[in-house]
């Protein structure tokens, strides 16, 4: 399956980083970085459902998206737009990402940045504090029980937010048991990629309300957001419909039910 196979190309490349990197040297870097910025407190609060933004290159399935990706005008683009905060797709093989479109995006927009990869051990979040994320994907499938909450707590202790993401019950039931306090219901099957935005709408309600939820994938109308916010979601996370229009920012605006607004110099390819 594509996921065992994202996720073992993902072990070999870390395996050599380790080797290259050593753990000491990343971590010694910890006590010059500044705080991080509130991705989890940005998706809080009344002010209706929050957008985290994907600066998304490329998909396994679909391949490249964009035929000028710049994740500088596309973050600034999602910050003109209203977005709450920024994901950042990391993994370099099958989606065409780089670590150093972090501090790239972090320099040009004041939002939290969500690092988006396939992370499974410590290593990778001392990696990802170090190269200035602000939150990280933990997915629950590619998990035990055990790491899960070890890089949840190494997480909060590193001031970073982790986004648990889930695909049905079981996987929703050991995230909330680990001590999630963001869930991300990913509409994509990562085994068939196939999207259904009911999952989403059919998990949410089982979520304690203290939990932070997060709708990821499949996310493309107004129409779209006023059902997850009926729903009690918090957040959604949108990367594709973004990234292929011809001006992110007024996308952004239009999937948020705002007045029009010029992205003059913010269109993609």
Do not use: W
Not at 248 to 257: I, M, T, Y
């Amino acid at each position: 399956m594509l996921l065992e196979q994202i996720v073992s190309s993902k072990k070999s490349e870390v395996a050599d980083l380790e080797v290259t990197l050593p753990l000491g040297i990343v971590t010694s870097a910890l006590g010059r970085l500044e705080k991080t910025r509130g991705f989890k407190e940005k998706l809080q609060g009344n002010s209706g459902l929050k957008i985290i933004a994907e600066v998304k290159r490329a998909s396994p399935v679909k391949g490249l998206l964009c035929s000028d990706f710049d994740p500088v005008r596309l973050a600034r683009a999602y910050q003109c737009g209203g977005a709450g905060a920024i994901s950042v797709i990391t993994e370099k093989k099958y989606f065409k990402g780089d670590p150093a479109y972090i501090s790239q995006v972090k320099k040009c927009t004041e939002l939290p940045i969500l690092r988006k990869d396939f992370i499974f051990n410590e290593y990778q979040v001392f990696e990802s504090r170090v190269l200035g994320a602000d939150a990280i994907l933990l997915i629950v499938s590619i998990l035990d029980q055990y790491m899960l909450r070890r890089l949840i707590r190494l997480a909060a202790d590193l001031g970073l937010t982790a986004l648990v993401e889930v695909h049905d019950k079981n996987e929703l039931e050991l995230a909330v048991n680990a001590g999630a306090e963001v869930i991300g219901i990913n509409n994509r099957n990562l085994k068939t990629f196939t999207v259904n935005l009911s999952t989403t709408l059919q998990l949410a309600g089982n979520i304690p309300e203290d939990i932070i939820v997060v709708s990821e994938s499949g996310i493309a109308s107004h129409e779209d957001i006023l059902n997850l916010e009926q729903a009690g979601v918090d957040a959604a996370l949108i990367g594709e419909t973004l990234v292929r229009s011809a001006d992110p920012c007024a996308r952004l605006r239009e999937l948020k039910g705002l007045p029009d607004r010029k992205g003059a110099g913010l269109q993609c390819g």
